[in-house]
Every structure is written in C-alpha cells, then in structure tokens.
C-alpha cells in the first residue's frame, strides 16, 4: 500500500488470503516449528498448562491491542515467548527446554539481521537494471503475497505449538483451519496505523524498494520455517523494509520501533505473570 501497487482494501485482501494459506501449507508440509514452541516448556500435564497459558495469550493480545492503537509494529513472537516465560514463573512447577530457547533467540536476532542484509542486496541489485513501474508493480504484489504466505505458516504454527501444549502433543485437522481463518479476519479487520508507520512516516520507499523488501522478508521468513525456528515475522518485514530503503529512513520513528521491539519482552512477561497470579487467586 505505501508504495501505490495497491489500495488499502486490497492489501488487506490478499494479506488475508495468503495468511489462510500460509497456515495450511505450513500444517500440511513443516509442522517442526510448532514442536520447537511446544518443547519451550512443560508444564507436566497438558491440563496443568491450561492456566498459565490462558495468561500468556491474554498478556499477548492486550500488547497487541495497545500496540494496534498507538500504530506500533511490535513482534507478536517476543509477545508469546515472553508471555509463555512470564506465565511459567508465576505458576512455577515447569520445565524449560534449553535448546528450544536457544533456538528461538538465535532465531529473532537472525532474522533480524538476514531480513536487512538481503533487503540491502536486492535493492542494490535492481538499482542496475532498468526495468518498468509496471513490471514493479506487478512483482511487488507477487513479492507481498509471498510474505504474507510466510507469515501465516510462521505466526501460524507458533500458535499451533501453543496448543500442542494444552492438547498432549495432538494436532487435530480443524486447529489449523480455526487459526488460518482468525488469522486472515485479523488481517482484514485492520493495519492502517501499522502501515503508515512502517511504510511511510519511518522510510520514504519506492516501488523497486517496497519489492526489494517482500523479496527480503519472504526468503528470510521461508528459510527459518523450513528449519523450524521461530522469528518474528513483524521484525523481520520492518528490518527487510529499512534495508530496501535505508537511504530515505527516519531515524527517530526507527528508533522509537526499535524501543518498543526492546519493551515488548519483559513488558508482556511481566503482564503475564499478573494474570497467571490473578487466575490463580480467583481459582
């Protein structure tokens, strides 16, 4: 949208669309990072987790709902990880898993910086090529389609390792339809605040650069699904994007992304934390 490849309505269109089929193509061919989420704690039983994983996702949807409203891009994925640590804290008699925490902060930072590198490279690519706003325009929306894929096998399949968690390790054939569809809703129900932010208070971005950062984000996001690693798909889309255009950046809305990037983790956890107490107590 930021870039005029596409209206509003029909970004948010195709965003959705292609966010129900992430998920289903992320189910049906690698499940394996739904399993690295499930392995990030053990709460003994499936029923013990109820509880504290009930905290974890409203701690989740309550940053996620303030950051919606102030227009703030911030990482669901650090929401969830945190939540989910925060949670466990509060409740106590839980196991981390040591590889799996490893790999997902090996992962966010990673994609982080993979995200901005390529967006860089392929930027500096097209810049050698004089190709059409037409034949831009075109791939651009070939390019936001791919990521918007990726974006629902990745953020899908997180939140289909959170149910693995409350489910014994079963993964039924309607959890991933039910997370795809919410997902798509979600996507269709808002995001102007988030992109007009992103996509044009924080970079002034053109048509090639705006292509250069789909293609960036997607194979950045396509190579830590297929290895099962879990990033955030919001940090790795607006790293890509200042990559693609890095010339043309604002500093001080960058900088305020990359503080609310850096508060999302312990702000979520300790949101959580209370929750876990609250329920408790009411229990």
Known sequence: MATGCLS??????????????????????YRGLAFTVEGLISFGSPFDGNTPIAAALGAV????????YFGIPTSESHALASGLAGAALAYGSVSFGKSEWIKLVLGLICSVALGYILGCIVKFLLEKRNFSEGFYKNSQIFAAAATAFMHGSQDGLKFLGVYLLISG?????????????????GTLAGGRRIIEKVGIRMV??????????????????FVFTLLGVPVSTTHTKTAAIMGGGHEGINKK???????????????CGVISYILTKIILMIK
């Open 8 to 29: 509003l309505k029909k970004t948010r269109i195709l965003a959705g669309l292609f966010n129900l089929l992430g998920v289903a193509a992320g189910f049906a061919l």
């Open 61 to 68: 949807s309550i940053w996620a709902i303030c950051a919606w």
């Open 169 to 185: 390790g079963e993964l039924p054939s309607y959890a991933p339809v039910i997370c795809g569809l919410l997902m798509a809703a």
């Open 204 to 221: 002034s971005i053109k048509k090639y650069e705006g292509f250069a950062a789909d293609v960036a984000s997607s194979l950045t996001l």
């Open 253 to 267: 809305i960058a900088y305020s992304i990359v503080a609310a990037w850096v508060i999302t983790f312990p702000a």
